[in-house]
């Protein structure tokens, strides 16, 4: 079993549709990451977070580190936000990112 | 105030030849980290460094990779005598110090081995 899951895999949403993306992990962790990769493009941090909630524009990202787990909320979707959308976490002991798979986003207009 | 440059974007090598991946990290950033992801799987963590020091390789293959980051210039990922399996996107991200801090990506660089 990976140490970061994401769910869903893959997801199709309407322009203007709220979307949620899961994360699940089993290791103890100083931060967790979300982070957007376009298609052939690089890697864009979108939030770091180590308790509670936060809000970038459209992005909202919660954890609960209690139950290990991270939401990251788009509102008002945009076929622009069409992207592969990937939850990391870095351990308590070594500075490094444990990656999940990714959660394949698209959004049609 | 760029952002973490990696060259080249892509590069395309023979079989048995070396490849050599460069990373500027952000200015005032003093540490570098070094992702692979293969195709149709997610990133992994190869090495960490800080000037001039390895402080982390458990994920670097044994042989044919080497990463450095010295005192002046980028950090270089070295593969030597690379294989097909080599051929991946390899990222660079860099932080000012590190646990406490976040990173910021590099765009990439594509490797292809032919």
């Known amino acids: 079993k990976n140490e970061v899951e994401q769910s869903p895999q893959n997801l199709t949403a309407q322009e203007g549709e709220f979307i949620t993306i899961n994360c699940s992990y089993s290791?103890?962790?100083?931060?967790l990451h979300w982070l957007q990769q376009h298609p052939g493009g690089g890697i864009v941090s979108l939030f770091m977070?180590?308790?509670g909630k936060k809000k970038h524009g459209r992005l909202i990202a919660t954890i609960n580190i209690q139950e290990k787990h991270s939401s990251l909320h788009i509102t008002a979707s945009h076929p622009r936000d069409s992207a592969v959308y990937i939850c990391?976490?870095?351990?308590?002991?070594?500075?490094?990112?444990?990656f999940g798979t990714g959660t394949r986003l698209q959004v049609f207009p | 105030n760029a952002g973490v440059m990696q060259n080249p974007r892509h590069l395309v090598r023979r079989r048995g030849q070396e490849a050599r991946l460069r990373c500027s990290p952000m200015?005032?950033?003093?540490?570098v980290y070094w992702y692979r992801q293969l195709p149709e799987e997610g990133l992994k963590f190869m090495v960490y460094?800080?000037?001039?020091?390895?402080?982390?390789e458990s994920g670097m293959p044994k042989e044919r990779f080497s990463a450095e980051f010295p005192k002046e210039g980028p950090s270089i990922l070295r593969i030597q005598q690379v294989v097909r399996g080599d051929s991946a996107a390899y990222f660079c991200?860099?932080?000012?110090?590190?646990?406490?801090?976040?990173?910021?990506f590099g765009s990439g660089t594509r490797l292809t081995v032919v």
């Open positions: 290791v103890g962790i100083s931060a």
């Open positions: 977070l180590s308790s």
């Open positions: 991200a860099s932080s000012a110090y590190g646990q406490d801090y976040g990173y910021t």
């Open positions: 200015k005032g950033h003093s540490h």
């Open positions: 990391a976490v870095r351990g308590r002991s070594a500075d490094k990112l444990i």
């Open positions: 460094l800080q000037k001039e020091n390895i402080i982390d």
